[in-house]
């Protein structure tokens, strides 16, 4: 799975942007697939995720803001973001999950973006 990411940039206190992620490959074995960001000295952390099934799953500081959505079909997955502050400032990352599933056991694997650049200026 390859995932490529669009739609960063520069944007002002109180805007808006619309992150993009296409999955190619075998996209049929995405499970879930979210968004995580990072900045430099920090951890990467977790933004917003969404299951095949549609169950998200959103950070405490994005809740009413942000806005994560999928199209399974076309393995891309969208993040609608709504009054950006400076502290959104960072890297964001496309994530899918593939678990591989056997009678006797499961395994998963993370498969990562490059990442696209979101400034917020105040």
């Known amino acids: 799975v390859q995932l490529v990411e669009s739609g960063g940039g520069l944007v002002q206190l109180g805007g808006s942007l619309r992150l993009s992620c296409e999955a190619s490959g075998r996209i049929v074995d995405i499970d879930t697939m979210g968004w995580y960001r990072q900045v430099p000295g920090k951890e990467r952390e977790l933004v917003a995720t969404?299951?095949?099934?549609?169950?998200?799953n959103y950070a405490d500081f994005v809740k009413g803001r942000f806005t994560i959505s999928r199209d399974n079909a076309k393995g891309t997955v969208f993040l609608h973001m709504n009054s950006l502050k400076p502290e959104d400032t960072a890297l964001y990352y496309c994530?899918?999950?593939?678990?591989?599933?056997?009678?006797?056991?499961?395994?998963?694997?993370?498969?990562w973006g490059q990442g696209t650049q979101v400034t917020v200026s105040s």
């Open positions: 994530k899918a999950e593939v678990i591989v599933r056997t009678i006797e056991s499961s395994t998963q694997f993370d498969y």
């Open positions: 969404m299951t095949s099934g549609s169950v998200t």
